[in-house]
């Protein structure tokens, strides 16, 4: 199994950043994809942006050029350097990994989350 545990929400104005982190831990074997989802209040949760064991990101347009995803493959450890904030970009965040862990089963792969942060954009 693998458990995720985020960091780094907060409060911030228009114009502020933020850095989340999300450490995962367990019986891991291999990481094949860290992400961050987001669930803004009353709407569905969205792909933010992603980054496989070799680097390669990709993000959402709505965040492109103001996000940045980086990942610390020896730590297991996904980041959201989060810049230029803005009030709709106000949402729970979520930690997200598809990774082969140890189970009672044997090594599978499956997909994780973590418990969410919030992150809310405010003057």
């Known amino acids: 199994q693998v458990q995720l545990v985020e960091s780094g929400g907060g409060l911030v104005q228009p114009g502020g950043s933020l850095r989340l982190s999300c450490a995962a831990s367990g019986s891991i074997l291999s990481i094949i994809r860290m992400a961050w989802y987001r669930q803004p209040p009353g709407k569905q949760r969205e792909l933010v942006a992603a980054?496989?064991?070799?680097?390669?990101?990709s993000y959402a347009d709505s965040v492109k050029g103001r996000f940045t995803i980086s990942r610390d493959n020896a730590r297991n450890t996904v980041y959201l350097q989060m810049d230029s904030l803005e009030p709709e970009d106000t949402a729970v965040y979520y930690c997200?990994?598809?990774?082969?862990?140890?189970?009672?089963?044997?090594?599978?792969?499956?997909?994780?989350w973590g418990q969410g942060t919030q992150v809310t954009v405010s003057s």
């Open positions: 997200n990994t598809d990774a082969i862990a140890g189970s009672e089963y044997g090594y599978r792969r499956k997909v994780y």
């Open positions: 980054v496989t064991k070799d680097g390669t990101a």
